[in-house]
């Protein structure tokens, strides 16, 4: 099973951009899925989450509000939409699932398999 993140670059701070997950060797359907991210010397750190059904969604307070995530089980894909974004928000993103249901989805350690990450820079 591999994950791909996708959709990351330079953007301008107010600007929007669009994150895609996709899923390779097994389907996400059934996956509870979330986004973490990472700056350079830091631990990485939640953002949001789905859940399986898409029912669910919780989000890191640093980025509620401006961060949707959602998923699309037809194209096997989980779209992170950042909007009004700051430079506190350039990280390498990486997206994650978990096959069981979390107890708490903003762990780490409740994800079982990890995408390789794209890099959001938010600058002028």
């Known amino acids: 099973v591999q994950l791909q993140a996708s959709g990351g670059g330079l953007v301008q701070p107010g600007g929007s951009l669009r994150l895609s997950c996709t899923a390779s060797?097994?389907?996400?359907?059934?996956?509870?899925m979330g986004w973490f991210r990472q700056v350079q010397g830091k631990e990485r750190e939640f953002v949001a989450a789905?859940?399986?059904?898409?029912?669910?969604?919780q989000y890191a307070n640093s980025v509620k509000g401006r961060f949707t995530v959602s998923r699309d089980d037809a194209k096997e894909t989980m779209f992170l939409q950042m909007s009004n974004l700051t430079p506190a928000d350039t990280a390498v993103y990486y997206c994650a699932a978990a096959i069981g249901l979390p107890a708490n989805p903003s762990y780490q350690n409740e994800y079982d398999y990890w995408g390789q990450g794209t890099l959001v820079t938010v600058s002028s």
């Open positions: 060797g097994r389907t996400l359907k059934t996956w509870h």
């Open positions: 789905i859940s399986w059904n898409g029912d669910t969604t």
